[in-house]
């Protein structure tokens, strides 16, 4: 359906942390027919849980949506039920996905049995990332949305596979790309700036994290001449889309001697971190995609070893591994042309078209559901192929076996009271705190 022929649309994301945000909004924009430009109106909801975005992820990612609010699944699923979009994007973790599904079927069936309109909105989700681990945990978790994103090629010929092995339906598997590439191809900066991109769980013991920071500190004073930047997602007390048990904020601070002059810590949109770099260095992070199609100088660290509980097993192939001591040295990795290019980098200029395919998959579902209404959603994982399995997903939500909302769930129909809200904040600092300060104190006890 030609975007010219449709009325403006309406698109919900519904995201769960600051970086699933950005990717949800900023794939809403792609994908939908038209884009900005047709005037459709992006609703954004903020699921509520342990990272739920505070104003200033929200504001540090810059991702603007008509409107924004915080809700519960259920509250999520009953706007839904009152008023549905004609896209909904879900930017969660792969377990919220699985429960959003089910509660979106039951809210499609519930409306056919009492006579309601039989339209249901076309529902898409992917991964905000590299996808490294839990691949196939992950994407069953993701099965029965309408389009499920891979962000490379290499992804989609993995999803599929995956679909097919146990008997899934794999047409909604659909290639593109990672959002938020882009920005300004890579020329040399004075001073020459060295930015190490920090992740909050990888890796994941004090030890290594405290390496990663002395190598770090050593290269701004083996380098006095270089600007030398640690970059990271979140400040103390925040959470991003993974939990982060030992900030580098504290590790920096029992640094002997302090942070060299040369060396800082930064936050901050990682595209303009971006624009001054010119050697990114990281374990793992997404933030290497995004520089490699800048084509900054790009080094994954083997320090710690290739490891898959490390994520740099990912880019085996690249030209990027690399060590500090390496780095140290003068090295520059040169990265692989046909790697970049299965993994969706399109370094020859073709990256606004990785959007077609999913752009016209969304069209072509919009027209179904204007012409009779769309199938009925059919995630693999039901009562009859995950009893054990689906149930405990599904109640983490205040949903039942059935996608109903069980007894007891919060009411969308209304803002909570000053009490709930004050509740609502001391719970979720004292997770964070527990996350952050206690749970470290009570592993190293177990260690002894």
């Given at each position: 359906?030609?975007?010219?022929?449709?009325?403006?649309?309406?698109?919900?994301?519904?995201?769960?942390?600051?970086?699933?945000?950005?990717?949800?909004?900023?794939?809403?924009?792609?994908?939908?027919?038209?884009?900005?430009?047709?005037?459709?109106?992006?609703?954004?909801?903020?699921?509520?849980?342990?990272?739920?975005?505070?104003?200033?992820?929200?504001?540090?990612?810059?991702?603007?949506?008509?409107?924004?609010?915080?809700?519960?699944?259920?509250?999520?699923?009953?706007?839904?039920?009152?008023?549905?979009?004609?896209?909904?994007?879900?930017?969660?973790?792969?377990?919220?996905?699985?429960?959003?599904?089910?509660?979106?079927?039951?809210?499609?069936?519930?409306?056919?049995?009492?006579?309601?309109?039989?339209?249901?909105?076309?529902?898409?989700?992917?991964?905000?990332?590299?996808?490294?681990?839990?691949?196939?945990?992950?994407?069953?978790?993701?099965?029965?949305?309408?389009?499920?994103?891979?962000?490379?090629?290499?992804?989609?010929?993995?999803?599929?596979?995956?679909?097919?092995?146990?008997?899934?339906?794999?047409?909604?598997?659909?290639?593109?790309?990672?959002?938020?590439?882009?920005?300004?191809?890579?020329?040399?900066?004075?001073?020459?700036?060295?930015?190490?991109?920090?992740?909050?769980?990888?890796?994941?013991?004090?030890?290594?994290?405290?390496?990663?920071?002395?190598?770090?500190?050593?290269?701004?004073?083996?380098?006095?001449?270089?600007?030398?930047?640690?970059?990271?997602?979140?400040?103390?007390?925040?959470?991003?889309?993974?939990?982060?048990?030992?900030?580098?904020?504290?590790?920096?601070?029992?640094?002997?001697?302090?942070?060299?002059?040369?060396?800082?810590?930064?936050?901050?949109?990682?595209?303009?971190?971006?624009?001054?770099?010119?050697?990114?260095?990281?374990?793992?992070?997404?933030?290497?995609?995004?520089?490699?199609?800048?084509?900054?100088?790009?080094?994954?660290?083997?320090?710690?070893?290739?490891?898959?509980?490390?994520?740099n097993h990912h880019f085996t192939g690249s030209g990027c591994l690399a060590s500090w001591d390496q780095l140290d040295a003068g090295h520059l990795p040169e990265p692989d042309e046909a790697w970049l290019a299965r993994q969706g980098v399109a370094t020859d200029g073709a990256y606004e078209n990785a959007f077609d395919l999913a752009r016209d998959r969304v069209a072509d579902l919009l027209a179904d559901a204007a012409a009779g209404g769309l199938p009925p959603l059919a995630p693999y994982y039901r009562l009859t192929t995950a009893r054990g399995y689906l149930p405990g997903i599904l109640a983490r939500h205040h949903l039942g076996p059935d996608g109903a909302p069980l007894p007891g769930a919060p009411a969308a129909d209304k803002d909570p009271?000053?009490?709930?809200?004050?509740?609502?904040?001391?719970?979720?600092?004292?997770?964070?705190?527990?996350?952050?300060?206690?749970?470290?104190?009570?592993?190293?006890?177990?260690?002894?």
């Amino acid at each position: 359906m030609p975007a010219s022929n449709q009325k403006p649309l309406r698109v919900a994301v519904l995201a769960d942390s600051d970086t699933r945000w950005k990717w949800g909004a900023l794939t809403a924009r792609r994908i939908v027919p038209g884009g900005r430009s047709d005037g459709h109106r992006l609703s954004g909801y903020l699921l509520r849980g342990r990272a739920t975005p505070t104003p200033r992820q929200l504001d540090e990612v810059g991702v603007r949506a008509d409107s924004l609010r915080e809700v519960t699944a259920v509250e999520f699923l009953r706007e839904v039920e009152r008023d549905a979009p004609d896209v909904i994007v879900l930017a969660l973790v792969g377990g919220a996905v699985q429960a959003v599904l089910h509660g979106l079927a039951r809210v499609t069936q519930d409306a056919r049995l009492t006579g309601g309109p039989a339209r249901r909105p076309v529902v898409v989700t992917g991964y905000v990332g590299v996808v490294y681990e839990k691949l196939a945990d992950g994407l069953l978790l993701r099965h029965g949305a309408d389009v499920v994103l891979a962000n490379s090629r290499q992804d989609a010929e993995r999803f599929r596979a995956v679909y097919e092995g146990v008997g899934a339906d794999a047409t909604s598997v659909t290639e593109a790309a990672l959002p938020f590439l882009g920005g300004a191809p890579y020329a040399k900066h004075d001073p020459y700036t060295v930015v190490f991109a920090a992740q909050p769980s990888v890796p994941e013991t004090a030890a290594h994290r405290t390496y990663l920071l002395r190598r770090l500190v050593e290269h701004a004073r083996l380098h006095p001449d270089r600007e030398v930047l640690l970059k990271l997602r979140s400040r103390p007390g925040e959470h991003t889309t993974h939990i982060e048990e030992l900030p580098y904020q504290k590790l920096a601070q029992r640094v002997d001697g302090g942070l060299p002059a040369n060396c800082r810590l930064v936050y901050g949109h990682m595209g303009e971190v971006l624009d001054r770099t010119d050697l990114l260095v990281t374990v793992s992070s997404t933030a290497a995609l995004e520089s490699l199609h800048r084509r900054v100088p790009t080094a994954v660290l083997t320090d710690l070893g290739v490891r898959e509980a490390l994520g740099n097993h990912h880019f085996t192939g690249s030209g990027c591994l690399a060590s500090w001591d390496q780095l140290d040295a003068g090295h520059l990795p040169e990265p692989d042309e046909a790697w970049l290019a299965r993994q969706g980098v399109a370094t020859d200029g073709a990256y606004e078209n990785a959007f077609d395919l999913a752009r016209d998959r969304v069209a072509d579902l919009l027209a179904d559901a204007a012409a009779g209404g769309l199938p009925p959603l059919a995630p693999y994982y039901r009562l009859t192929t995950a009893r054990g399995y689906l149930p405990g997903i599904l109640a983490r939500h205040h949903l039942g076996p059935d996608g109903a909302p069980l007894p007891g769930a919060p009411a969308a129909d209304k803002d909570p009271g000053p009490v709930r809200q004050i509740v609502r904040r001391a719970a979720r600092g004292a997770y964070r705190h527990g996350v952050q300060r206690v749970a470290p104190v009570i592993r190293r006890m177990g260690e002894l």
